[in-house]
């Protein structure tokens, strides 16, 4: 079998209510050059035993011995896939038809120097209801790595992405490594950042995948922290990485991270009742 050029990887961990439709979202993609794998990290919930009933070649289907926790089961993603391009999927997520094939055509044409590419995503409820929409603060384009790095930082937030809404390129990822979930609000931009130390960010405007805000998501269960967590990832930014941040970068962002966690919760008491 020759090589796929693209692997969609889906991390899962009890989510039977979305996992069948967040597969069904993969197999129906106009792009078909692409392998599925799906690492279950321990279910409990009959997860497993219902991705175990699909029946399609695109699919490798893997269960860890035991649960590795997420960081753990997400690092296994980088260890498993074999396609020139990388998308992790969350579980409870959803890409539309056409996200592969029109991300794909964007990074494929563009110059090794371009690490990653992100669209805009829609935000959805448990009941998958969309309830508004995110995109990167600015024009689509390409934009330079450390231009992105400092607006991240002085937005206080993830300005590119969960990683449903990212593709990246496998030479990006044998340069940035493993997933670090030492701060588990940013595991996935704090990755973003040692990309984009080495390239640059490629926008579309285009809205190609659906993000889940439920009452059981990672990002919900660590709201009371996430100030906290953003404070520490700067310090990380600008002593661990040497990216060089202002004063003014670093108040600007503590202080946009505090406002962040504050609307993300009056969002949660509203949508998630």
Not at 28 to 35: A, G, I, L, S, V
Not at 110 to 119: E, G, R, T
Request: charged fraction near 20%; proline fraction near 3%.
């Amino acid at each position: 079998m020759s090589p796929v050029t693209l692997s969609v990887c889906i991390p899962v961990y009890n989510c039977r209510e979305h996992i069948a439709q967040a597969v069904d979202s993969v197999l129906q993609q106009t792009c078909r050059d692409f392998e599925l794998i799906i690492i279950d990290n321990c279910s409990d919930d009959g997860t497993y035993e219902l991705l175990s009933g699909y029946v399609d070649p695109r699919i490798k289907l893997l269960r860890n011995a035991t649960n590795i926790g997420a960081c753990g089961n997400w690092n296994r993603v980088l260890r498993e896939f074999s396609g020139r391009y990388l998308k992790i999927l969350c579980a409870d997520d959803i890409l539309y038809p056409d996200c592969l094939e029109r991300q794909l055509a964007v990074l494929d044409a563009a110059d090794d120097a371009v690490m990653l590419v992100a669209s805009g995503r829609d935000i959805i409820n448990e009941q998958g209801r969309k309830v508004f929409r995110r995109h990167y603060p600015g024009s689509s384009g390409r934009v330079a790595g450390h231009e992105v790095i400092r607006k991240i930082v002085c937005r206080g937030t993830n300005i590119i992405g969960e990683v449903s809404s990212v593709l990246i390129r496998r030479e990006a990822i044998a340069r940035a490594g493993e997933f670090d979930g030492s701060i588990p609000y940013v595991i996935d931009l704090d990755y973003w950042v040692r990309v984009l130390q080495n390239g640059d960010l490629l926008v579309m405007s285009e809205y190609l995948s659906a993000y889940r805000v439920s009452s059981a998501s990672w990002s919900v269960a660590i709201t009371a922290t996430q100030a906290e967590n953003f404070s520490t990832f700067i310090t990380k930014i600008n002593e661990i990485y040497g990216i060089a941040l202002s004063p003014l970068d670093i108040f600007a962002g503590r202080l946009m991270s505090r406002l962040n966690s504050l609307l993300r919760r009056v969002f949660y008491s509203v949508y998630l009742r």
